[in-house]
Nanobody, 125 residues
Framework: VQLQASGGGLVQPGGSLRLSCAASGFNFDGYAIGWFHQAPGKERDGVSCIKSSGGGRYYAAPVKGRFTISRDNVENRAFLQMNRLEPEDTGIYFC???????????????????WGQGTQVTVSS
């Protein structure tokens, strides 16, 4: 099982980044996919989740209206479009597969079955 996040980088406040998560080794279209953020010195928090079919999308309050999650079940990829980035968005972003679609709205680390490698996002002027 592998989940590899990419697309991070250094961006100025107000800028945009698009993160990608490439999955392999498991039945990708059978799992909800979540994105999680770990700020320096803090715990990992849920940011967004998309159900296995792409039919349900959920966002944490701090990113609602700025971030958009999507997935491509043919290419086994998930994406996180991040707009109007703020310094508080700085940190490592991880993609993960959740145990069940029903847990997607809660975007909780405890419900992750497969973790991927992270990608660093730095928002700074």
């Amino acid at each position: 099982v592998q989940l590899q996040a990419s697309g991070g980088g250094l961006v100025q406040p107000g800028g945009s980044l698009r993160l990608s998560c490439a999955a392999s080794g498991f039945n990708f279209d059978g799992y909800a996919i979540g994105w999680f953020h770990q700020a320096p010195g803090k715990e990992r928090d849920g940011v967004s989740c998309i159900k296995s079919s792409g039919g349900g999308r959920y966002y944490a309050a701090p990113v609602k209206g700025r971030f958009t999650i999507s997935r491509d079940n043919v290419e086994n990829r998930a994406f996180l479009q991040m707009n109007r980035l703020e310094p508080e968005d700085t940190g490592i972003y991880f993609c993960a597969a959740l145990k069940s679609d029903s847990l997607c709205p809660y975007i909780m680390t405890e419900e992750v079955i497969y973790w991927g490698q992270g990608t660093q996002v730095t928002v700074s002027s």
